[in-house]
């Protein structure tokens, strides 16, 4: 079974960068596609990124509007790890962010897939924007 812990947030000032990390164990991470959410307090999880897997046709990676430009979502597979790297944030990135894993899950020219089609996610990682 797959299993997945986040490394990385921390409390940053706007404008700074940080680089989340997704270690990915129990199976190969090339089988699976990645996502990554966040949950600002008070709101719905909503998806960031996502990149297929290794396997798929068509290598794609996904970004939602408000990160365009300044995110960049990346995979090792050597290392088993998913990276986010996160430049020039800001206090509306502020949140608690979480990597998942789907070995079916679509992510593609038509945007993230289902979110039930994930098969583990980590435990989370917050991330404070604030001056």
């Known amino acids: 079974q797959v299993q997945l812990v986040e490394s990385g947030g921390g409390l940053v000032q706007p404008g700074d960068s940080l680089r989340l990390n997704c270690a990915v164990s129990?199976?190969?991470?090339?089988?699976?596609?990645i996502a990554w959410f966040r949950q600002a307090p008070a709101k719905e999880r909503e998806v960031v990124s996502c990149?297929?897997?290794?396997?798929?046709?068509?290598?794609?990676?996904y970004y939602e509007d408000s990160v365009k430009g300044r995110f960049t979502l990346s995979r090792d597979n050597v290392k088993s790890t998913v990276f986010l790297q996160m430049n020039s944030l800001k206090p509306e990135d502020t949140a608690v962010y979480y990597c998942?894993?789907?070995?079916?899950?679509?992510?593609?020219?038509?945007?993230?897939?289902?979110?039930?089609?994930?098969?583990?996610w980590g435990q989370g990682t917050l991330v404070t924007v604030s001056s």
């Open positions: 998942a894993a789907g070995e079916y899950y679509y992510c593609g020219e038509n945007g993230p897939g289902v979110i039930e089609s994930l098969d583990a």
């Open positions: 129990g199976r190969p991470l090339d089988e699976y596609a």
């Open positions: 990149i297929s897997s290794s396997d798929s046709s068509r290598h794609y990676i």
